[in-house]
């Protein structure tokens, strides 16, 4: 069975700050991997995705992740945020060929001015 | 707009009323998929529907849900008598052959 963990519910950082959110995935067999965000009161829209190739992966708006196979994870990373980035990040998971994507708890990412 | 559109944004039932949450999916998109989001949890997987038949219902409760995607119309996710516990926002996705799915704005039903 597939799961996902993220480990931090709130991470709270200063303005221009770097930020890691964390993710790490279980699965026996092979994966795509996702980061959605939700801004308040809407909804989830990709943030990016891993599919195949090049294993770090980028977003338009400054933020990627790298997916480490031996680790089972997919951390995302900004090394600047911006008060716009006040957001629920979401990592999901679905297998190869599967239909339903898992998703972790989300992580609440609260940019301080 | 040619994104996935959910109606109504929020819907208010009493217990034992039925809810009905319609979504249209992306233009050329033929896979539908219903997620539910429970407070302070991430998303969880309810049904997987192409047009007239429902794919994959795993994450559906046994009673009072229902879905499904007419050849003509939107999809519909259908809850009887509603109880307090199906306060929730519901989403849902579509996508083409593939993997990668995207998602509405969602419908918050809230169950007095």
């Known amino acids: 069975a597939q799961s996902v963990t993220q480990l931090d519910s709130q991470v709270p950082v200063f303005e221009e700050a770097p930020v890691e959110l964390r993710c790490n995935y279980s699965?026996?067999?092979?994966?795509?991997l996702f980061w959605y965000v939700q801004y308040p009161n809407q909804g989830l829209q990709l943030l990016l995705k891993?599919?195949?190739?090049?294993?770090l992966v980028e977003s338009i708006n400054g933020f990627e992740a790298e997916f480490n196979k031996s680790q089972t994870s997919f951390h995302l990373r900004k090394p600047s945020v911006h008060i716009s980035d006040t957001a629920e990040y979401f990592c999901?998971?679905?297998?190869?060929?599967?239909?339903?994507?898992?998703f972790g708890t989300g992580t609440r990412l609260t940019v301080i001015p | 707009n040619a994104g996935v559109m959910q109606n109504p944004r929020h819907l208010v039932r009493r217990r034992g009323q039925e809810a009905r949450l319609r979504c249209s999916p992306m233009k050329g998109h033929s896979h539908v998929y219903w997620y539910r989001q429970l407070p302070e949890e991430g998303l969880k997987f309810m049904v997987y529907?192409?047009?007239?038949?429902?794919?994959?219902e795993s994450g559906m409760p046994k009673e009072r849900f229902s879905a499904e995607f007419p050849k003509e119309g939107p999809s519909i996710l259908r809850i009887q008598q509603v109880v307090r516990g199906d306060s929730a926002a519901y989403f849902c996705?579509?996508?083409?052959?593939?993997?990668?799915?995207?998602f509405g704005a969602g419908t918050r039903l809230s169950v007095l």
């Open positions: 996705a579509s996508s083409e052959e593939g993997n990668i799915q995207y």
């Open positions: 529907l192409q047009k007239e038949n429902i794919i994959d």
């Open positions: 699965s026996s067999v092979s994966v795509y």
């Open positions: 999901a998971v679905i297998v190869t060929g599967a239909n339903n994507l898992f």
């Open positions: 891993y599919l195949s190739g090049s294993t």
